[in-house]
Structures are given as C-alpha cells and as structure tokens.
C-alpha cells in the first residue's frame, strides 16, 4: 500500500515557477515508478519518471518547461514548473505504478494540489 500526499500548489504568475511534491508512504517507494497528471478540463498524463530515477518522459507541451525528479531515501518525487502558462491552470495529481502501461492506469494517487497561473 502507498499513500501520497501532494503539495507545492498555489498562485503565480504566467513566467514564474513552482515546485510540486509528494510525498510516500511505505517501504516499497523505490519499486514505483512516479507520474503526475493534471485535471483541468480533462485530466491528461505530464510526465513520469521510473523507479530508480534513470529515465523520464514528459507530454509534448511541458518538456523542456517541466522537470521531474525523485529522492527514493525521503519517498518524494517532485515536479518543478518553469515558465509556467495559463494553460498548466490545473489540479496536479501524483500517481505510483510498478509498470506505467500505456492506458496510464496507476495502482495509486494522491488527492491533488491546484496550481492556478493568471495571465
């Protein structure tokens, strides 16, 4: 079993950035591979970042924006969001799978922070 628990969200300018995190529970972190999906008008993947931390892939529109990192010895993945738009205005979600599958369906996920950017 794995709980997380994210944080991080909040209000910022278009241009600015902000750095999401979630935290784990459990011993088995290490074993998940780590993604982050938002919820604005649908929810949709933004990248993921597998378990030993060797090999991440973002969504077309965030790479070389968005940058995803992890610290298996404190349970934490992060997500830091630079030149942040409008349009990443979402509810961030953290998600945990031993395998990350095509259909994107994650054995675990966080309850979410809201990340507003104003224009």
Known sequence: QVQLVESGGGLVQAGGSLRLSCAASGRTFSEYAMAWF???????????????????????????????SRDNAENTVYLQMNRLKAEDTAVYYCAAARHISADYAMDYWGKGTLVTVSS
């Open 38 to 68: 938002r919820q604005g008008k649908e929810r949709e993947f933004v990248g993921a970042i597998s378990p030993n931390g060797g090999s991440t892939y973002y969504r077309d529109s965030v790479k070389g924006r968005f940058t995803i």
